[in-house]
């Protein structure tokens, strides 16, 4: 399949630390969710083409903020890694409340990305997050991430089971030309909804 697509022209805007403080505008936006070490950060700097947009670190449950990124046709927040141990249990506490009080009250959310590590698919913490947003009618993606670190098989036997139970979702790997086309063309579906 040819692979020809235009990056996601993505510029880092700014962090809020709370719901609070979250940037105030009029466009769509979609949200990035996932566990710590889920690729989130490493799928940003690949859709917009640029290696360093977003840190990536080999400490997971670095992103502590909401950080916004701008892309032509809306917004990517990019969320804090959830259920990694390391993390106080204030900033659990914190991030307990913060998050939800976000689904509840963003507006111009028009959908939700959960990325989730294929090799480990769909854990606890991503179906309580998944259904979280289901209760509320958010419309969710799920990101089976790094399926380059799977067989093909075993790529497609995940995608089978998880697509079954949670809906259309993609196999995506950072080095595949093909994923990273389909992730912004859904990207750019779900801003324009």
């Not at 959960?114 to 259904?131: C, G, P, W, Y």
């Not at 670190?149 to 036997?157: F, M, P």
């Amino acid at each position: 399949m040819k692979c020809d697509f235009k990056y996601l022209d993505l510029q880092f805007v700014e962090s809020a630390a709370e719901y609070a403080q979250c940037l105030n505008h009029e466009y769509p936006e979609i949200a990035f969710v996932g566990a710590s070490n889920a690729g989130k950060s490493s799928a940003i700097n690949a859709i917009s083409n640029k290696k360093k947009l977003a840190k990536v670190s080999k400490t997971p449950g670095k992103t502590k903020l909401f950080n916004f990124f701008k892309s032509t046709n809306g917004y990517i927040v990019d969320f804090p890694g959830y259920g990694y141990s390391k993390v106080s249990k204030s900033q659990k506490k914190e991030w307990s409340k913060e998050l939800p009080q976000y689904f509840d009250l963003r507006k111009n959310l028009s959908g939700v990305v959960i990325f989730t590590d294929i090799r480990n698919a769909m854990r606890e913490v991503d179906v309580s997050m998944f259904e979280m947003l289901h209760q509320r009618k958010i419309p969710v993606l799920v990101v089976l991430t790094k399926s380059d670190k799977v067989s093909a098989e075993a790529a497609t036997h995940t995608y089978g089971q998880v697509n079954e139970v949670f809906g259309y979702c993609l196999n995506f790997s950072i080095k595949d030309r093909e994923s990273i086309r389909e992730l912004i063309f859904s990207i750019n579906e779900l801003l324009s909804n």
